[in-house]
C-alpha cells in the first residue's frame, strides 16, 4: 500500500510541477539504456530542457515463494542545435541507474544486480499528428557506456511526451 501512495504522490508532484509554468513541461513514457524508462517528465530551462524517467515494478512473493523487483530512473539534460517549426535536433547527455533483485523458491539470499550507464548523442524530436501539436515523439541515438566502462554504441531510445503549450 505505501508503493502506491508513493507511487501516486509523485506522479503528482510532477504534474504540479509543470502545472505552476504550463509552458514549460512535458509528461509521458521514455525508453533508453541511457535515459531510463517508464515515466518521464522534461522541463524546459530556456530553451534547454532537463528530462526525469522513473520506473518501479515489484511482484511481491508469486509461485512459490519467488520474488522480484525492480527499479530505474534516469537524468538528462537536452540542448537544442536547431529548431524547426514542428521539430528540433538536439543533443542529450546524462545517465540511468538500474536496481533489479530476485529471490527464488528456496534461496537463502536475494540476487542483486546494480548497473548503470551513461550517455551523450544526437536526437531529433517531432510533432506525429498536426490536429494535436502538444504531443511530441523523440528518438535519439547516445553512445552509451555501462558501468563497467564498455562502450555500446549507438543504443537507441525513444519517447512519447504531451506538452504542456
Known amino acids: ?12 508532484s510532477m504534474t504540479l510541477l509543470f502545472a505552476l509554468e504550463p509552458s514549460k513541461g512535458a509528461i509521458g513514457v521514455h525508453a533508453g539504456t541511457s535515459t531510463g524508462m517508464g515515466l518521464s517528465g522534461l522541463y ?8 526525469f524517467t522513473f520506473f518501479v515494478l515489484s511482484t511481491g512473493v508469486r509461485d512459490d515463494n ?6 530505474n530512473m534516469g537524468l538528462n539534460y537536452m540542448v537544442p542545435l536547431k529548431e524547426y517549426r514542428e521539430s528540433r535536433f538536439y543533443i542529450k547527455a ?12 528456496f534461496a537463502q539470499n536475494w540476487d542483486t544486480v ?10 531529433f524530436e517531432f510533432i506525429p499528428l498536426r490536429s494535436l501539436p502538444e504531443l511530441r515523439f523523440n528518438v535519439e541515438l547516445p553512445f552509451t557506456i555501462n558501468k563497467n566502462k564498455q562502450i555500446q554504441m ?12
Do not use: C, N, W
Request: proline share 3%; aromatic share 16%.
Open 154 to 165: 549507438l543504443v537507441p531510445a525513444a519517447g512519447l511526451y504531451y506538452h504542456f503549450l
Open 114 to 123: 546494480h548497473d548503470y550507464y551513461l550517455g551523450v548523442g544526437p536526437g
Open 66 to 71: 519467488d520474488s522480484y523487483t525492480t527499479f
Open 1 to 12: 500500500m505505501t508503493k502506491r501512495i508513493t507511487i501516486i504522490l509523485i506522479l503528482l
Open 94 to 105: 546524462g545517465g540511468a541507474y538500474y536496481y533489479q533483485t530476485e529471490k527464488e523458491e
Open 44 to 51: 524546459s530551462i530556456d530553451k534547454s530542457a532537463l528530462q
